[in-house]
């Protein structure tokens, strides 16, 4: 026997369908008068979420090759692909490689500034975005996604960790495994910001460790070591050895902006 209603309910699907997508852009043209878009670096009104007005798109400096294969330091010139930057030889550092998305200045240090300070962890998943086409070649390889973690006081007073909103945000955009307590900070440091290089180095010494309970999840495994900027690489380098200590197999590192050494 036909089921004569079957056309019907069909007509019902495609009905009720239309409807939520309606609803849904209605939904959304009411978000966006209500809270119109506004420019990542400057809070200026734009068309769309994520977006930066021309002025701060002007400023930013995407790190783009030919750069230091170890460190990302970009060149001015193209020496050939294996090429080391000076301070590579002169200092190799713990972790395997590092890439930055942009310079740390202009709209990409008020984006940073306001992620971190402000309260914007909108900014994370728009940030991620152009973390991950910086970092392609560093997630295609890794195993697990690990953000430098804050110290419990410091979280407490922050209420988040914005390594870890952008950490999360790539490992979603990835399809990666996301650990944030695979790494914890179980000393309570300064604020790295004014400190020099030996302060910086000391302030950060012995402050991260891999929990017995999480080196399960890092053993053995190829890390991406995710934070919000790099300026001297104190705090991600004491990161990587605590968890070269707790057992992975290796570690990179991909951060959102980074200040590059004065030329």
């Given amino acids: 026997m036909v089921d ?16 939520l997508g309606i609803m849904r852009d209605a ?8 809270f119109p878009a506004s420019c990542a670096g400057c809070r200026m009104q734009v068309s769309q979420p994520g977006t930066l007005c021309p002025q701060c798109w002007s400023q930013l400096r995407f790190i783009e090759k030919p ?16 090429f080391m930057s000076a301070e590579a030889i002169a200092d190799p550092p713990p972790f395997r490689r590092l890439r930055s998305a942009v ?8 984006m940073a500034v306001s992620l971190k300070f402000h309260d914007r962890t909108d900014l994370a998943p728009w940030m991620a975005r152009w973390m991950q ?11 697990v996604v690990v953000p430098v973690p804050l110290h419990r006081w410091r979280m407490w007073q922050r209420r988040f960790n914005q390594s870890a909103e952008l950490a999360r945000a790539l490992a979603r955009l990835n399809e990666k495994p996301f650990a944030p307590e ?4 179980v000393r309570r440091t300064q604020q790295q910001i004014g400190l020099g290089l030996k302060e910086r180095r000391r302030n950060v010494d012995g402050a991260f460790r891999v929990p017995k309970e999480s080196e399960i999840l890092v053993r053995g495994r190829r890390v991406l070591l995710v934070d919000d900027v790099y300026t001297t690489g104190a705090t991600v380098k004491a990161a990587t050895r605590a968890l070269s200590r707790g ?16 030329t």
């Fill in 247 to 262: 057992g992975a197999a290796s570690v990179d590192v991909l951060t959102f902006s980074r200040v590059l050494p004065e």
């Fill in 133 to 143: 086409r910086a970092g392609r070649e560093l997630l295609d390889d890794c195993d």
């Fill in 182 to 185: 695979a790494l914890k900070r």
């Fill in 103 to 110: 310079q740390h200045d202009g709209a990409a240090q008020r």
């Fill in 27 to 34: 939904l959304r043209h009411g978000t966006n008068l209500l």
């Fill in 67 to 82: 750069y230091c294969p170890v460190l990302g330091i970009p060149f001015n010139h193209d020496f050939g692909e294996n």
């Fill in 4 to 19: 004569d209603d079957r056309p019907h309910h069909g007509l019902l699907h495609i009905l009720r369908t239309k409807g």
